[in-house]
Protein backbone atom coordinates (compact mmCIF):
# COMPACT_ATOMS: atom_id res chain seq x y z
CA UNK A 1 0.00 0.00 0.00
CA UNK A 2 0.77 3.59 -0.52
CA UNK A 3 2.89 4.88 2.24
CA UNK A 4 2.67 9.17 3.57
CA UNK A 5 4.92 10.37 5.21
CA UNK A 6 2.26 13.24 6.85
CA UNK A 7 1.46 12.04 10.16
CA UNK A 8 -0.66 15.21 11.43
CA UNK A 9 -3.96 15.68 10.35
CA UNK A 10 -4.80 19.04 8.30
CA UNK A 11 -7.74 21.57 9.49
CA UNK A 12 -10.91 21.64 7.03
CA UNK A 13 -9.83 24.84 5.44
CA UNK A 14 -6.52 23.21 4.06
CA UNK A 15 -7.99 20.02 2.68
CA UNK A 16 -9.14 19.42 -0.96
CA UNK A 17 -12.22 20.20 -2.19
CA UNK A 18 -13.16 17.14 -3.71
CA UNK A 19 -15.85 16.84 -6.46
CA UNK A 20 -19.69 17.14 -6.18
CA UNK A 21 -20.32 13.22 -7.86
CA UNK A 22 -19.33 9.94 -6.13
CA UNK A 23 -16.23 7.65 -7.92
CA UNK A 24 -17.08 4.61 -9.72
CA UNK A 25 -17.43 2.19 -7.92
CA UNK A 26 -19.12 -1.64 -7.45
CA UNK A 27 -22.36 -1.74 -6.08
CA UNK A 28 -22.37 -5.99 -5.57
CA UNK A 29 -20.31 -7.42 -3.06
CA UNK A 30 -17.75 -9.87 -4.64
CA UNK A 31 -18.01 -12.17 -2.42
CA UNK A 32 -21.55 -12.10 -1.05
CA UNK A 33 -23.13 -11.31 -3.85
CA UNK A 34 -25.36 -9.03 -2.11
CA UNK A 35 -25.90 -5.02 -2.96
CA UNK A 36 -22.92 -3.29 -1.26
CA UNK A 37 -25.10 0.16 -0.80
CA UNK A 38 -27.98 0.76 1.30
CA UNK A 39 -30.64 1.24 2.39
CA UNK A 40 -30.14 -1.90 4.74
CA UNK A 41 -33.19 -3.48 6.44
CA UNK A 42 -33.82 -6.25 8.47
CA UNK A 43 -33.10 -4.68 11.27
CA UNK A 44 -29.04 -4.63 9.97
CA UNK A 45 -26.35 -1.83 11.65
CA UNK A 46 -23.51 -0.61 10.69
CA UNK A 47 -20.27 0.42 11.87
CA UNK A 48 -16.95 1.62 10.23
CA UNK A 49 -13.51 0.93 10.91
CA UNK A 50 -10.38 2.47 10.32
CA UNK A 51 -7.30 -0.29 11.32
CA UNK A 52 -4.84 0.42 8.10
CA UNK A 53 -4.65 -1.63 4.93
CA UNK A 54 -8.52 -1.60 4.41
CA UNK A 55 -8.06 -4.96 1.89
CA UNK A 56 -6.72 -6.98 5.19
CA UNK A 57 -9.05 -5.33 7.30
CA UNK A 58 -12.43 -6.38 5.07
CA UNK A 59 -11.48 -9.33 4.30
CA UNK A 60 -11.45 -9.88 8.60
CA UNK A 61 -14.83 -8.97 9.01
CA UNK A 62 -16.59 -10.37 5.70
CA UNK A 63 -15.64 -13.71 7.18
CA UNK A 64 -17.88 -13.52 10.66
CA UNK A 65 -21.39 -14.70 10.83
CA UNK A 66 -23.82 -12.62 10.56
CA UNK A 67 -21.97 -9.81 8.68
CA UNK A 68 -24.37 -8.73 5.81
CA UNK A 69 -21.86 -6.52 3.88
CA UNK A 70 -18.72 -4.85 3.84
CA UNK A 71 -17.64 -2.23 1.91
CA UNK A 72 -13.84 -0.28 1.89
CA UNK A 73 -13.50 3.85 1.54
CA UNK A 74 -12.65 6.86 3.20
CA UNK A 75 -13.95 8.90 6.10
CA UNK A 76 -13.51 11.40 9.19
CA UNK A 77 -12.12 13.76 6.75
CA UNK A 78 -13.20 16.40 4.94
CA UNK A 79 -13.07 16.39 1.02
CA UNK A 80 -16.20 15.48 -0.61
CA UNK A 81 -16.25 12.06 -2.75
CA UNK A 82 -11.90 11.36 -2.09
CA UNK A 83 -9.96 9.41 -4.76
CA UNK A 84 -7.33 7.02 -3.18
CA UNK A 85 -4.65 9.12 -4.65
CA UNK A 86 -5.93 11.91 -2.77
CA UNK A 87 -6.54 10.38 0.97
CA UNK A 88 -2.97 8.62 0.43
CA UNK A 89 -1.32 12.52 0.01
CA UNK A 90 -2.66 13.42 3.14
CA UNK A 91 -4.78 16.40 1.78
CA UNK A 92 -8.09 14.91 2.62
CA UNK A 93 -8.07 14.30 6.40
CA UNK A 94 -9.95 10.70 5.73
CA UNK A 95 -8.94 7.83 6.97
CA UNK A 96 -9.04 4.13 4.80
CA UNK A 97 -11.73 2.59 6.62
CA UNK A 98 -13.87 -0.31 6.37
CA UNK A 99 -17.90 -0.36 6.29
CA UNK A 100 -19.40 -3.56 8.15
CA UNK A 101 -23.00 -3.85 8.21
CA UNK A 102 -24.34 -7.04 10.36
CA UNK A 103 -27.13 -8.55 11.96
CA UNK A 104 -27.05 -7.81 15.52
CA UNK A 105 -29.07 -10.90 16.66
CA UNK A 106 -26.49 -12.90 14.71
CA UNK A 107 -23.27 -11.13 15.72
CA UNK A 108 -22.25 -8.95 18.92
CA UNK A 109 -20.76 -5.62 18.42
CA UNK A 110 -18.25 -6.49 20.94
CA UNK A 111 -17.61 -9.90 18.46
CA UNK A 112 -16.72 -7.17 16.03
CA UNK A 113 -14.92 -5.05 18.53
CA UNK A 114 -12.78 -8.29 19.45
CA UNK A 115 -11.94 -8.66 15.60
CA UNK A 116 -11.16 -5.02 15.37
CA UNK A 117 -8.55 -5.07 17.88
CA UNK A 118 -7.25 -8.32 17.65
CA UNK A 119 -6.49 -7.66 13.99
CA UNK A 120 -3.99 -4.58 14.15
CA UNK A 121 -1.80 -2.75 16.21
CA UNK A 122 -3.89 0.54 18.15
CA UNK A 123 -0.65 2.18 19.52
CA UNK A 124 0.68 3.23 16.22
CA UNK A 125 -0.92 6.67 16.37
CA UNK A 126 -1.03 7.53 12.35
CA UNK A 127 0.87 4.47 11.25
CA UNK A 128 0.34 0.58 10.57
CA UNK A 129 3.89 -1.65 10.10
CA UNK A 130 5.22 0.49 6.89
CA UNK A 131 2.25 1.87 6.14
CA UNK A 132 2.50 5.67 7.44
CA UNK A 133 0.12 8.51 7.26
CA UNK A 134 -3.24 9.92 8.70
CA UNK A 135 -4.90 7.59 6.38
CA UNK A 136 -3.79 4.65 8.29
CA UNK A 137 -4.92 6.06 12.20
CA UNK A 138 -6.95 3.26 14.17
CA UNK A 139 -10.38 4.58 14.66
CA UNK A 140 -14.29 3.56 15.49
CA UNK A 141 -16.94 5.35 13.93
CA UNK A 142 -20.39 4.57 15.39
CA UNK A 143 -24.16 5.24 14.21
CA UNK A 144 -25.63 4.75 17.53
CA UNK A 145 -24.96 5.83 21.27
CA UNK A 146 -24.80 2.34 22.74
CA UNK A 147 -21.95 1.13 20.17
CA UNK A 148 -19.75 4.15 20.91
CA UNK A 149 -20.48 3.62 24.88
CA UNK A 150 -19.53 0.16 23.97
CA UNK A 151 -16.60 0.88 21.68
CA UNK A 152 -15.29 3.22 24.77
CA UNK A 153 -15.39 0.37 27.14
CA UNK A 154 -13.43 -1.87 25.13
CA UNK A 155 -10.88 0.96 24.39
CA UNK A 156 -10.52 0.98 27.93
CA UNK A 157 -10.56 -2.44 29.24
CA UNK A 158 -7.54 -3.59 25.81
CA UNK A 159 -5.28 -1.16 27.23
CA UNK A 160 -5.37 -2.44 30.66
CA UNK A 161 -4.64 -5.81 28.38
CA UNK A 162 -1.77 -3.94 26.73
CA UNK A 163 -0.23 -2.33 29.48
CA UNK A 164 0.25 -5.88 31.17
CA UNK A 165 1.87 -6.85 28.16
CA UNK A 166 4.23 -3.76 28.43
CA UNK A 167 2.38 -2.22 25.06
CA UNK A 168 1.91 1.60 24.54
CA UNK A 169 -1.05 3.59 24.95
CA UNK A 170 -3.90 3.01 22.01
CA UNK A 171 -4.31 5.89 20.17
CA UNK A 172 -7.49 4.75 18.30
CA UNK A 173 -9.84 7.92 18.19
CA UNK A 174 -13.73 6.70 18.65
CA UNK A 175 -16.67 9.13 17.12
CA UNK A 176 -19.70 9.37 15.69
CA UNK A 177 -19.43 8.25 12.08
CA UNK A 178 -19.53 11.03 9.27
CA UNK A 179 -20.04 10.50 5.70
CA UNK A 180 -18.86 7.10 4.46
CA UNK A 181 -17.19 7.75 0.54
CA UNK A 182 -17.19 4.33 -1.27
CA UNK A 183 -13.32 3.61 -2.43
CA UNK A 184 -12.57 2.95 -6.08
CA UNK A 185 -13.99 -0.61 -7.63
CA UNK A 186 -10.55 -2.66 -7.65
CA UNK A 187 -10.34 -1.91 -4.01
CA UNK A 188 -13.37 -3.53 -3.14
CA UNK A 189 -13.04 -7.22 -1.59
CA UNK A 190 -9.51 -6.81 -3.01
CA UNK A 191 -8.51 -10.18 -1.61
CA UNK A 192 -10.82 -12.08 -3.27
CA UNK A 193 -10.34 -11.08 -6.16
CA UNK A 194 -6.54 -11.02 -5.67
CA UNK A 195 -6.07 -14.08 -3.35
CA UNK A 196 -2.10 -13.72 -3.58
CA UNK A 197 -2.63 -9.83 -2.59
CA UNK A 198 -0.23 -8.14 0.32
CA UNK A 199 -1.04 -6.32 3.00
CA UNK A 200 0.65 -6.04 6.19
CA UNK A 201 -2.20 -5.77 8.78
CA UNK A 202 -1.25 -7.39 11.64
CA UNK A 203 -2.03 -7.27 15.38
CA UNK A 204 -0.39 -7.67 18.65
CA UNK A 205 -0.80 -10.74 19.54
CA UNK A 206 -2.58 -9.32 22.82
CA UNK A 207 -6.04 -11.28 23.13
CA UNK A 208 -9.09 -9.24 23.42
CA UNK A 209 -11.94 -10.99 26.16
CA UNK A 210 -15.41 -10.53 24.71
CA UNK A 211 -16.46 -9.67 28.64
CA UNK A 212 -13.89 -8.33 31.44
Same mark, same amino acid.
Given at each position: ? +?? =?? !??????? &???????????? @?? #??? +?? +???? $?????????? =????? $?? *??? %???????????????????? /??????? @????? *?????? #?????????????? =??? /??? !?????????????????? &?? @????????????????? &??? =??????? &??? @? /?? $???????????????????? #???????????? *? %????????? /????
Amino acid at each position: M +FS =SS !KTNIISE &AEALPGRPIPIE @TS #HTH +FV +FGEP $MKGPFEGGEL =SVIFG $MG *CFW %GAEKNFWQLTGVVTTAVGYS /AGFTLNP @TYQEV *CSGQTG #HNEVVLVVYRPQEI =SFN /ALL !KTFWESHNPTQGMRQGND &AG @TQYRSGIYTSTVEQNSL &AQE =SKRNYQK &ALS @T /AD $MGKVTTEIQAAGEFYYAEDY #HQQYLAKNPAGY *C %GLGGTGVAY /AESY
